[in-house]
């Protein structure tokens, strides 16, 4: 039994960011290719790559974590890959820019995960 492609597809698309992380460095080490660079951010938050034409550049502001830190801190995590202390520093600055020249499409999928966090996020 053979899969069509939108069987690939929807697979991929229920993966969480680690465990799509695993399956890219899995077929870069099964095809033979050097996983020279770690999978654009765009990948590893789960959103659709920024497309050539979208070269608006945005940053993301963290206004306040509201009334969950914790959650907050999950998601900043999450996110960016930082470790318990760094992302618990950067929440507990805010407001504090957390990401700077990221493309639209990577800014607001970052902006809607720390949003449903509880987080109060603004785009600049």
């Not at 099964?30 to 790559?49: D, I, Q």
């Not at 999950?74 to 820019?97: F, M």
């Amino acid at each position: 039994m053979s899969l069509t492609r939108e069987q690939v597809i929807a697979y991929i698309e229920g993966l969480t960011a680690e465990e799509l992380c695993e399956l890219t460095s899995e077929l870069m080490e099964r095809l033979g290719r050097p996983a020279t660079e770690p999978a654009p951010l765009s990948f590893t938050m789960g959103a659709l790559p920024a497309m050539p034409w979208d070269d608006e550049v945005v940053s993301v502001v963290l206004s306040s974590f509201g009334g969950e830190r914790i959650a907050v801190i999950k998601a900043v995590r999450e996110l960016w890959g930082l470790g318990l202390d760094e992302a618990r520093r950067l929440v507990e600055s805010a407001p504090i820019v957390l990401r700077e020249g990221l493309s639209r499409m990577e800014a607001q999928a970052a902006a809607e995960r720390l949003t449903s966090a509880g987080a109060e996020v603004e785009l600049r």
